[in-house]
T-cell receptor, first 111, second 116 residues
Framework: SQQGEEDPQALSIQEGENATMNCSYK?????LQWYRQNSGRGLVHLILIRSNEREKHSGRLRVTLDTSKKSSSLLITASRAADTASYFCATDTSGTYKYIFGTGTRLKVLA | GAVVSQHPSRVICKSGTSVKIECRSL??????MFWYRQFPKKSLMLMATSNEGSKATYEQGVEKDKFLINHASLTLSTLTVTSAHPEDSSFYICSASAPPSGNTIYFGEGSWLTVV
């Protein structure tokens, strides 16, 4: 089953532009994580945000969480061609590390 | 840091045969591991929760007799795809938690299964 819906499904931008991806989920969460996946490869952990947090930063990444709207966003600033990948949100509703993934956003950054 | 290793990374098998995929936590003990399946250009779908020393818990719609999960030790869980069919071809990925590290979960590199 899918907990999160992400939009857009696909995003194509020019290098240097910002990319914003949104994740909406259905039930209350303990925490939410964002991952990157290059084609055919494993997952790379980006950021974890807990239910009592509203915003977190890591380098060029900014994640927000709005539990009242059951949504999160991932902003990548000053994008690079190397950021081309699929991005997934994943939610843990019970604090048991059982993560349910969103549908994902395929980002393409054009050089 | 903690590492989760999967083996094999790629496997090709014939229809009707069984294939086993291993998930190991290399430097921590994992009482719980999770198995996911991912079809090309799709998201990860949780298949089952692997519990050390007890039966796995399967998600709705996942056939437990087809996807056998064994978690016999605190560092190893195995997924066996029995009587494989071409539609079982997919990317299988496991994860394991490493308490008491908070909400840290570690994913393996994944295993590509192709059934011919």
């Amino acid at each position: 089953s899918q907990q999160g819906e992400e939009d857009p499904q696909a995003l194509s931008i020019q290098e240097g532009e910002n990319a914003t991806m949104n994740c909406s989920y259905k039930t209350s969460i303990n925490n939410l994580q964002w991952y990157r996946q290059n084609s055919g490869r494993g997952l790379v952990h980006l950021i974890l945000i807990r239910s009592n947090e509203r915003e977190k930063h890591s380098g060029r990444l900014r994640v927000t969480l709005d539990t009242s709207k059951k949504s999160s966003s991932l902003l990548i600033t000053a994008s690079r061609a190397a950021d081309t990948a699929s991005y997934f949100c994943a939610t843990d509703t019970s604090g048991t590390y059982k993560y349910i993934f969103g549908t994902g956003t395929r980002l393409k950054v054009l050089a | 840091g903690a590492v989760v290793s999967q083996h094999p990374s790629r496997v090709i098998c014939k229809s009707g045969t069984s294939v086993k995929i291993e998930c190991r936590s290399l430097d921590f003990q994992a009482t719980t591991m999770f198995w996911y399946r991912q079809f090309p250009k799709k998201s990860l779908m949780l298949m089952a929760t692997s519990n050390e020393g007890s039966k796995a818990t399967y998600e709705q719609g996942v056939e437990k007799d087809k996807f056998l999960i064994n978690h016999a030790s605190l560092t190893l869980s195995t997924l066996t795809v029995t009587s494989a069919h071409p539609e079982d071809s997919s990317f299988y990925i496991c994860s394991a938690s490493a308490p008491p590290s908070g909400n840290t979960i570690y994913f393996g590199e994944g295993s590509w299964l192709t059934v011919v």
